[in-house]
């Protein structure tokens, strides 16, 4: 079973920095099986980022995802208030499975 | 318009069967490119991926918790139902619905999630 681990745990950030988001993989993914979520409190997550690279619908571009093999990387190039949240990566593995990272909260500083 | 719902009760006691139903519109569960997943979220704690069924009624589960869930579904009826055993409290979680896209694979669709407490 591949396992994620997110790191840091928590990024405190302003307003307006920039903001990464690491995500490593116990073994290596496919690209098409890795996808970033945004959840805020109370809220159920929200699709950000599949196929390690590709913005879901409606998400600014400010939000960008790269890397393969065991090491991704969520970017936010310019942290708006409303980014202020806990982000999660996932992977979908050849076993039919699906794994989530303990995620990263990004709060503000 | 996509929309799942999850509905089931809200508290039950530990050794007992919790059976959540999944109700979705918008698409079809026999699309061979979408499948539905089950996720819980302990209080303050992460997501974990619990069970997944496809369009042809293949089906996958969590290691840890393979021996305890069972998942179907009804397509007639849009619905996709989870049963996990000898429930909990460690099991109190908000449990969550999801539509999975198949390639590339991502849950693009999210129920709201219904609140299960497991307390004698």
């Known amino acids: 079973e591949i396992v994620l681990t997110q790191s840091p745990g928590t990024l405190s950030l302003s307003p307006g920095e920039r903001a990464t988001l690491s995500c490593r993989a116990s073994?290596?993914?496919?690209?098409?099986?890795l996808a970033w979520y945004q959840q805020k409190p109370g809220q159920a997550p929200r699709l950000l980022i599949y196929?390690?690279?590709s913005r879901a619908t409606g998400i600014p571009d400010r939000f960008s995802g790269s890397g393969s093999g065991t090491d991704f990387t969520l970017t936010i190039s310019r942290l708006e208030p409303e980014d202020f949240a806990v982000y999660y990566c996932?992977?979908?593995?050849?076993?039919?499975?699906?794994?989530f990272g303990q995620g990263t909260k990004l709060e503000i500083k | 318009q996509v929309t799942l719902k999850e509905s089931g009760p809200v508290l039950v006691k530990p050794t007992e069967t919790l059976t959540l139903t999944c109700t979705v519109s918008?698409?079809?569960?026999?699309?061979?490119?979408?499948?539905v997943s089950w996720i819980r979220q302990p209080p303050g704690k992460a997501l974990e991926w619990l069970a997944h069924?496809?369009?042809?009624?293949?089906?996958s589960y969590s290691t840890s918790l393979k021996s305890r869930l069972t998942i179907s579904k009804d397509t007639s009826k849009s619905q996709v139902v989870l049963t996990m055993t000898n429930m909990d409290p460690v099991d109190t979680a908000t449990y969550y619905c999801?539509?999975?896209?198949?390639?590339?694979?991502?849950?693009?669709?999210w129920g709201q999630g219904t609140l299960v407490t497991v307390s004698s």
């Open positions: 999801a539509r999975m896209r198949v390639v590339p694979a991502a849950m693009d669709y």
């Open positions: 918008g698409f079809s569960l026999s699309n061979a490119r979408m499948g």
């Open positions: 069924i496809f369009s042809n009624d293949e089906k």
């Open positions: 073994q290596s993914v496919s690209s098409s099986y």
């Open positions: 196929g390690a690279s």
């Open positions: 996932q992977q979908y593995g050849s076993s039919l499975m699906y794994t």
